[in-house]
């Protein structure tokens, strides 16, 4: 039986463990009513999203990736009938910072700290360190989705306000949640990402018969020299994920991200618990050369989507970033089915490589009315300027111009 808005009591959870994992998964595993596209779809993009799914955000928890130690605080918001059943859920952490968000908020932090507010603590509801698009806001099968949606949207406002934080974001929602959180007055901005689509190729090669003469032979050029020194190529998933592999891909993690932000975000213990947890929902790509692991890069397995995530190395060889990451990428999403690649934040080289610019979507619930209305008029310019790069970018794709006027925008969920 349904609920509706006036049903629905809220409550927060400091740990995952407080919730059975087949209630979180109830609702963050749930792909809503097939066939529906209207305003009330709930999600048509990905019922398996793995980064909102128990094992992943409580891998998170139980290795101490966040924790209060992190300034990541779980604070996650249940929505539940009066008989106690779980009827909504949303990821939610209080943050001390701004750190591995992906959506990127500090100006905003520094403007009011200079006029001598206080921006942190915040509330943040996303998969932390993920910039993948997915719903955030998740209702169990059966229910008033909206109104559970509504709901927690309104829980967030709450406890926004009961813990004394300066704002509320939901980071990577999908459309949907975007649009509907909007005509809420929550403030509403935009981002792009870089996404390859599967056009219902049934190999590499019929990707590649779509872009223009010039750009398939140096993409053909780059896929050989990636491999020129000797180097071997293996997909590992499942039972191939031991112990001695996550020691070297996390090896090739810790160098990456030792130089890109200093301190990375993931500990070993992480990659331990993903491994017996979501064995079968990861693809490690391995790079050999000369009998040991070189360079490597870790997919995630939606319901219909690749999900790209943290590459490294422990030894530089030309293309081969490009390879391992982007190209075996869609290799596997052709070979799997899947509809798309979704490569991670940034990185517009991806073009060159048939990745498209999509939109991703944040929401802003900001409590000071006076800074709230310098972030909305900060948005109201920055959201044309986005859409414009994003018809700008498009005009680079690599495809011949006959394919390109058939093809249709590629964006993040409808949901």
Known sequence: MSADKAAIRLKTVLSLADIPADDWDRCSQWAGPKGSNGPDAVSQVDAANPFISYAYLSSLEDSGCVGARTGWTSAHLVAEGFDGRILGVAPTYLKSHSQGEYVFDHSWADALQRAGGRYYPKLQTTSPFTPATGRRLLAAPGQDALAVEEALADGLLALRDQMNASSAHITFLTEGEWRRLGSAHWLQRLDVQYHWFNRGYAAYDDFLGLLASRKRKALKRERRDALGEEISIE???????????????????MDTGSRKWGRPYLNRMFFSLIGER??????????????RYVAGAINF??????YGRHWGCREEHPFLHFEVCYHQAIDHAIALGLDR?????????KIARGYEPALTRSGHAI?????RRAVADFLGHERPQIEQLVLAMRADLPFAQTSVSGMTEGDGSKA
Do not use: C, K, N
């Open 235 to 253: 997909r590992l998933t499942g039972s191939d994920l031991t112990e001695a592999i996550w020691d070297d891909f996390f090896a090739f993690y």
């Open 278 to 291: 979501m064995a079968g929902r990861i693809v490690l790509v391995m790079a050999r050369r000369a009998g």
């Open 301 to 306: 397995v939606g319901a219909d989507t690749l």
């Open 367 to 371: 409590a000071h009315p006076g800074f």
């Open 341 to 349: 690649v979704e490569a991670g934040a940034q990185g517009d080289h």
